[in-house]
């Protein structure tokens, strides 16, 4: 029995979860399609919408990976870091994108919970991959921390990009 044995569960439902929100994620897409979008709209979406997708898909990637029959850790822990890499770079592309935007200016919460946030849980991945040799189980805990931690940031993202675009985005539109 491997240490990866009792974490099925948990990443089933975090990866169900995950694939739902992607989903849910492009309804309210279409649902918002209707509000007219400037040019310069489409660089403020690269920044604060793709995002969201793209770390609700990372941690649907990483339940699927976690549920393969694995027969060590340290197998699991190579895509564990890959994973993780990946996502650092991307935040770092994120964060050029919410700079060179000029649609809406980034407050404290925004870097907060599209960059720092992220940031954090993607080098956990890559922390955890480097712990596995020393401490499996620990490595385990943290990487379900930074799968819940995107998660959440995922929810968090799509919830302000909702609200922002109705309160915001539809009250100054004109009516017919």
């Avoid at 979406?45 to 976690?66: M, S």
């Avoid at 990009?161 to 009250?171: D, E, M």
Wanted: aromatic share 12%; charged share 10%.
């Amino acid at each position: 029995m491997t240490p990866l044995a009792g974490w099925e569960n948990f990443y089933v439902v975090v990866g169900s979860s995950a694939g739902a929100l992607i989903g849910l994620q492009f309804v309210v897409i279409t649902l918002i399609a209707d509000i007219p979008i400037a040019r310069d709209h489409s660089e403020a979406g690269a920044a604060f919408a793709t995002p969201t997708v793209v770390h609700f898909a990372a941690v649907l990637l990483l339940a699927g990976v976690q549920c393969a029959p694995w027969q060590t850790v340290s197998a699991v822990a190579v895509v564990w870091g890959l994973l993780g890499l990946g996502g650092i770079v991307y935040e770092i592309v994120v964060a050029r994108r919410m700079r060179a935007q000029t649609t809406y200016a980034p407050v404290f919460e925004d870097w907060l919970f599209r960059a720092l946030l992220p940031l954090a849980a993607y080098a956990t991945m890559v922390a955890s991959a480097f712990i596995t040799r020393l401490n499996a189980a620990g490595a385990l805990f943290a990487m379900g921390t930074a799968a819940l931690l995107l998660l959440f940031i995922g929810i968090h993202n799509a919830w302000d990009a909702v609200t922002y675009h109705v309160f915001s985005k539809k009250q100054g539109s004109n009516p017919e």
